[in-house]
Structure formats: structure tokens, C-alpha cells
């Protein structure tokens, strides 16, 4: 492979959020959605915006956007808070990273969050990890 030209792109590293771990919020996700007889878009939506995280740009600073009065945001991104007018009447929206781009550690934030507001409806949260070592033990008699 002596004379091949490769492409070579090197980021910063995350440790990047599991499948398990975004299968697991959406299972919450959905039993919120069912106790509270509200659409799944819209607990998703909820819960991204209580325990999300803000998005930034590559400089750090918040993404964020200044669009017209009475612009429908949401047919340009799911995931956004009203955050006020400027002075010239442009409404201001902060945007917060889909599930998909939280690393382990703000994905274990939302997801502690959806525990809290699933336990608070009476909804059983206990994890495939926490129910394997539970019937493990019972199984070792301990």
C-alpha cells in the first residue's frame, strides 16, 4: 500500500454515550409518554430540555439562532429553548444536542433525570444491567 493516498481526519476524542444506554431512555421515554397520554416526540422533547445539554460551537460558545417573530423553529431542529427577543423583535432560540451526540456523561445526566421524573410517575426504572445482577444473586442464593 505504498503509493495510497489516504484521507486522514483526526478529532477530539469523547467517550460517546452506548446504544443500550439511548434504548434505555427511550424505554423511559415511552412509559412517561404512556402515563402522562402525551406523544413520545414530545417527552423526549421535554426531557432533552430539562436534562440536556446546550449545544456549542467548535469556539465553545452556545449555538444559538435569531429568527423572525413567529417562525416555526422546529421544522429546522428538534431540540431548542426560547431564551428571549433581541431589540429588534428577532425571537432567540438555544439549541441542545440530540441524544445521539451526548457523550457517556451527559447522557448519564438525562437519563438520571428520566429515572427521576419516571419513578415520580410510579414507573419502574430499574435497568437490564441492574435486573441481570438482581436475579444473578437470587439465583447464588445471597
Avoid at 446546550?54 to 429546522?76: C, H, L, M, Q
Amino acid at each position: 500500500y505504498k503509493d495510497t493516498v489516504v484521507d486522514l481526519t483526526i478529532d477530539k476524542w469523547s467517550d460517546k454515550r452506548s446504544l443500550q444506554a439511548n434504548a434505555y431512555f427511550h424505554v423511559l421515554a415511552n412509559e412517561i409518554a404512556k402515563a402522562t397520554k402525551s406523544s413520545m416526540d414530545d417527552v423526549k422533547k421535554l426531557l432533552v430540555l430539562q436534562y440536556g445539554t446546550p449545544a456549542r460551537g467548535e469556539d465553545g460558545k452556545y449555538a444559538a439562532v435569531k429568527v423572525p417573530k413567529n417562525t416555526d423553529i422546529s421544522k429546522f431542529y428538534p431540540y431548542y429553548r426560547h431564551i428571549g427577543t433581541d431589540e429588534a423583535g428577532l425571537d432567540m432560540y438555544i439549541f441542545f444536542k440530540r441524544t445521539s451526540d451526548l457523550n457517556k456523561e451527559e447522557m448519564g445526566r438525562l437519563i438520571t433525570g428520566t429515572q427521576d421524573e419516571a419513578k415520580a410517575l410510579g414507573i419502574e426504572t430499574m435497568t437490564p444491567d441492574e435486573l441481570a445482577r438482581m436475579m444473578n444473586r437470587y439465583k447464588e442464593g445471597v
